[in-house]
């Protein structure tokens, strides 16, 4: 990526960090006359619409960064903000689709698990994300009173509607 590509991106960052939207919006579609196909601008640009809360305007932005080839932590970064999008604006399957698909690709992500969960929840898959989270929760905690009921909380994390028969 070109120096001054890269420097205008941190500068939008900058911005957007200092909740100077618009002024950041600016700047990254200026850069998208100049990069129509470049991946990160694509990426950043969908961003800057989804912090503005135009979360309809950033999912094309979103797609078109992925379709573009955009990889490693902007691609992370760019597929759970598009299930946050899609969820957000009620495409709940979408959502559970994108956020499935990311979970793939980076199984180590609590944060996918997180919105997949809530994504499942907004698609009446209530078990499905109650054990998601609690899954999320032991492999997170470090909290000693939970961790010392780490097996019978995993247990019933595949168990969730069982209850002892006298």
Known sequence: MDSNKLETIEKAKDLRAADELEDSQELLLSLLDSYPDDPVVLFEVGGSYDVMGYEEDA?????????????????????????IS????????????????????????SAIKAFLALAYYSDDRFEDAFQLLLELLLATTKDEQLLAYSDTLDYYRENLDEVWED
């Open 86 to 109: 899609q969820r957000a604006i009620g495409d709940i399957q979408e959502a559970v689709d994108v956020l499935e698909s990311a979970r793939d690709q980076f199984p180590e992500d």
């Open 59 to 83: 999912i094309p932005f979103y797609n078109q960064a992925i379709d573009a080839g955009l990889e490693g932590p902007e691609l992370l970064e760019c597929l759970i903000c598009l299930g």
